[in-house]
């Protein structure tokens, strides 16, 4: 009956702050799951939920030469686990960074400029004559998450955006065309940038490396980047970690305005034609 006194004891001293206590507790996990339902983290937190398990069992069965392995691994838990997850914290941190202060972090800083219907019907055109020749391209629309050190890998252009020029900078014998074009502020900023690759092998065989570059640059910032499939002439886009391919010009200039214009490309409305891979498999 000891412990049912225990637990007595326990509810008797349960106040307010006790509450608020578990409240934040359960906003942490429930926010910890839904970063990495989707990711490869999924998988190792998966791994290292089964490890615990395996630990209570130990300690249940008394099997003494595991726990002494287990608790030689575990004295270091943190560290490794740190490791393991790097990536995903990292993401998780760049992400905590753009929403948590989004009123105060641009004081004394310019905002990009929200891209006019204008030109997004400008873009469009330009993108899918790329695709009808299958002329492979890579474009990546910054948003609040700043591109600096991507842009610094590239050559910076800083001209006014055009459809021709976008064309020209990756036409096959451009000096510029092998990488992606950073736009910043409705402007052409760079060119020939080189971006982070998504590197899990269990993604879909059929995506390039622009593909992948598309995914990896997603997955570390708030961009929106488009893809021209240099093998099928498919249009593509990538955001949050996701691509979605087989855009018409109708649902590229829908989704184009969900996400740049109306400001969050939060929506999980589905736009056109569009048809969702997620960028780590099912």
């Known amino acids: 009956m000891e ?21 934040i507790l359960a906003i942490v996990i429930f926010s910890i799951y839904q970063f990495i339902k989707e990711r490869r983290a ?16 130990c ?17 270091s838990g943190i560290i490794v686990l740190a490791i393991i997850f790097q990536p995903e914290l990292r993401s998780a941190l760049e992400k905590m960074g753009d929403t948590s202060i ?41 948003r609040n998450t700043k591109l600096g050190e991507i842009i610094l890998t590239g050559t910076v252009i800083n ?25 910043r502020s409705n402007r052409i900023h760079s060119a020939a940038c080189i971006l982070p690759l998504e590197s899990d092998r269990d993604l879909f065989k059929d995506l390039g490396t622009r593909h992948r570059a598309a995914i990896g640059i ?10 021209v499939s240099e093998e099928t002439g498919i249009v593509s886009i990538a955001h949050e970690g996701n691509i979605y391919r087989n855009f018409t010009k109708t649902s590229m200039k829908s989704t184009l305005q969900e996400y740049l214009v109306k400001g969050s490309g939060e929506s999980k409305k589905k736009l056109g034609s569009k048809i969702k891979i997620n960028s780590k498999k099912n």
């Open 3 to 23: 412990w049912i006194k225990h637990i007595f004891r326990l509810f008797t001293a349960f106040d307010f702050f006790d509450l608020i206590d578990i409240a």
């Open 42 to 57: 999924g998988k190792l937190a998966l791994g290292v939920a089964l490890l615990f398990a395996f630990v209570i069992v």
């Open 59 to 75: 300690e249940v069965l008394n099997l003494h030469a595991m726990q002494f392995l287990l608790g030689n691994l575990f004295e």
């Open 102 to 142: 989004k009123g105060i972090k641009n004081i004394g800083e310019q905002r990009n400029a929200t891209p006019t219907g204008t030109l997004i019907e400008e873009f469009t055109e330009a993108v899918f004559d790329l695709a009808k020749t299958k002329t492979g391209a890579l474009i990546v629309f910054e």
């Open 159 to 183: 001209a006014q955006f055009s459809g021709n020029l976008l064309k020209s900078i990756f036409f096959n014998k451009a000096p510029l065309h092998d990488g992606a074009v950073v736009i």
């Open 218 to 227: 997603s997955e570390v910032s708030d961009c929106v980047a488009v893809v």
